[in-house]
């Protein structure tokens, strides 16, 4: 029997999202209903033949119905905490591209997204609401907190520690044991090699801090 589940965001990265839970049919099956955006002028469209439902209050009445699944299509992670913040009744599964090779020495949370050709290596712990975009690899003892943000061909070496709110840009590489701070940003093409700072900006090789940000969430 297919598990009925929602799609929250409707932008680009809800089209690998859906691609995800299409592929991964067979061992899952989950039933796409549709998907919740914000963006009025979105209601009634469709992403990959998906309908764009309604909102978040919309979703948020329909799980007082009965509980629902949903996976949250969203790149920034402050704004998946307040999303999630906002919803009960929901179940959160882990959503894992099946050419994701995954130890099985690993600890995961939930609403965790793994796109197509992830390695994460064992003794590797990932909280809850992360993402990992196409093609990254995670060496071994590798911390990823809450909400964090990987995108497209990333290598996190082993020991490294990534706390809540980090988005690391494309093609990044993190050297071995450092720790990069709750909300810093690092730009794409990055090499880090030596810890970052909480909500700062990161550039270059090797990455060097050139902007402080203001903390949006505790």
Request: aromatic letters at 8%; glycine letters at 12%; charged letters at 15%.
């Amino acid at each position: 029997m297919k598990k009925p589940i929602y799609i929250i965001g409707s932008g680009g990265y809800s089209k690998q999202v859906i691609e995800i839970l299409e592929e991964t049919a067979g061992q899952q099956d989950w039933e796409i209903i549709g998907l919740i955006d914000d963006d009025y002028g979105k209601h009634g469209q469709e992403v990959l033949g998906y309908p764009v439902l309604g909102d978040v209050g919309w979703l948020k009445k329909q799980s007082f119905i009965e509980a629902s699944s949903a996976v949250v299509a969203v790149g920034d992670g402050e704004q998946r905490k307040c999303i999630i913040n906002d919803l009960k009744n929901v179940y959160w599964p882990n959503v894992i591209h099946p050419s994701a090779l995954l130890s099985k020495h690993i600890e995961m949370g939930k609403g965790n997204v793994i796109s197509a050709g992830v390695i994460i290596n064992p003794d590797s712990s990932l909280g809850n609401f992360n993402n990992i975009n196409i093609g990254c690899t995670l060496g071994h003892d590798v911390y990823f907190a809450d909400y964090v943000t990987v995108m497209p061909n990333c290598s996190i070496s082993g020991n490294v520690n990534i706390n809540q709110f980090t988005t690391v840009g494309t093609g990044t590489a993190v050297i071995q044991g450092l720790s990069l701070g709750s909300g810093s940003i690092i730009g794409a093409g990055s090499s880090v090699i030596d810890h970052t700072d909480s909500y700062s900006v990161y550039v270059g090789s090797p990455a060097k801090k050139v902007k402080s940000l203001a903390e949006k969430i505790n």
